[in-house]
């Protein structure tokens, strides 16, 4: 006879590794308008390489219920969602339990984000580490990585409203 186990694992922020944010901009499919994109990956680097940091990514997005693969989850319209997104001074600082990450953003994704009051995020499972923070990513590589198949549906997949700092 066998038998799973309901045991929660539990989530060590250290198993993920070095935690990156990636921001670009680009056509929407649906109403062919520029859309503001993030990608928040781990670079596979921590003890146990990349599947480690894939079980750590997945403990996290199943504890703070974020489903892998869809639906896309409107923060807007579920104000208890456990990401938030806050841009600054052309930052996005985007907020989880346990997580914090940022990164710099382009004018093209400002505008983007200006213009729709929210950025379409992506949190995935599948490590990259050919994408080092503070090093260039041609439109391929990220096109190959953010729009494959693995990345996808290994990943959580949320509309996150744009807060700013009150001044």
Known sequence: ??????????????????L??????GEHPEDEQDMAFLLAYSLGDAEGGPEATAEAMRTL?????????????????????????LVEAEQ??????????????????????????????????VAWPEGKP??????EALRDFAGSEDTMLNAAHCLLPVRRLRG
Request: charged share 15%; glycine share 6%.
């Open 1 to 18: 006879m066998t038998s799973t186990s309901n045991e929660q694992r539990t989530f060590r922020v250290t198993d993920l590794g070095t």
């Open 20 to 25: 990156a944010v990636l921001a670009w901009s």
């Open 61 to 85: 997005l199943r504890n703070e219920q974020l489903p892998l693969g869809g639906p896309v989850l409107d923060g807007a319209r579920t104000p208890s969602l456990p990401v938030s997104l």
């Open 92 to 125: 996005a600082v985007v907020n989880m339990p346990h997580v914090k990450a940022q990164c710099v953003v382009p004018p093209e994704w400002l505008a983007a984000v200006e213009q729709r009051g929210h950025a379409y995020f992506m949190i995935t499972t």
């Open 134 to 139: 503070g090093s260039p990513v041609s439109e």
